[in-house]
């Protein structure tokens, strides 16, 4: 099967620190991921859109500077939050969809981030 | 712009039960596919079930099956036999043609199911 690996699972970090985080297709080629947050109880919300050696496609209200996303193979993407506040605190998910076939996507487990 | 609703924010089933989620979406396309995921307390977002618009059947996966109304734009779930294991978030998804495009998703519905 499809496997999505996230790194790390948690993280908890000084308020202005950065903090970044991998998403890895295991066992398949992903020429696009994407990158949600979500909140206790609530829906995911995608963040932004990336695909393989190209910029990301960030949705409306998120911040390119303070999220930055880099999509340097066919199976990684990272996710960093720059100088990260109390309010970044929430749970990062990645996605990706394997080449060729978009309308399957498999999800990451996705990173608890808690900034002190 | 798609939208995707979850009318029922909470629901519960005992256990070996039948219970339905409903799901309703708005869209022009005519070509798209739905998915129910489900997301238990670790988190991890699993696929449930799939179904492609241009198919008429309705798509089943064991316990799981769905209701899928084109005209009406309504694609409910229902979990037969229901599980313990079946408590989670279960989330309704659209996705359009064209190979960027993202998932849409409703704002969820919690399934307990209560022994």
């Known amino acids: 099967g499809a496997v999505v690996s996230q790194h790390p699972s948690w993280v908890i970090c000084k308020s202005g620190t950065s903090v970044k985080i991998e998403c890895r297709s295991l066992d398949f080629q992903a020429t696009t991921m994407f990158w949600y947050r979500q909140f206790p109880k609530q829906s995911l919300m995608l963040m932004a859109t990336s695909n393989e050696g190209s910029k990301a496609t960030y949705e409306q209200g998120v911040e390119k500077d303070k999220f930055l996303i880099n999509h340097a193979s066919l199976t990684l993407s990272t996710l960093t939050v720059t100088s990260a506040h109390p309010e970044d605190s929430s749970f990062y998910i990645c996605?990706?969809?394997?080449?060729?076939?978009?309308?399957?996507?498999?999800f990451g487990p996705g990173t608890r981030l808690t900034v002190l | 712009a798609q939208t995707v609703t979850q009318s029922q924010p909470e629901m519960s089933v005992q256990e070996a039960e039948t219970v339905t989620l409903s799901c309703t979406y708005d869209t022009s396309e005519n070509n798209y596919y739905l998915f129910w995921y489900k997301q238990p307390p670790s988190r991890q977002m699993i696929l449930v079930i799939r179904q492609e618009a241009y198919k008429q059947q309705n798509a089943t996966e064991n316990r799981f099956s769905v209701n899928f109304q084109k005209a009406a734009k309504s694609f409910s779930l229902k979990i037969s036999d229901s599980q313990l294991g079946d408590t989670a978030m279960y989330f309704c998804?659209?996705?359009?043609?064209?190979?960027?495009?993202?998932?849409?998703f409703g704002k969820g519905t919690r399934l307990s199911v209560i022994a």
């Open positions: 998804a659209f996705l359009g043609s064209g190979g960027n495009t993202p998932l849409v």
């Open positions: 996605s990706a969809r394997r080449s060729g076939l978009y309308n399957e996507q498999f």
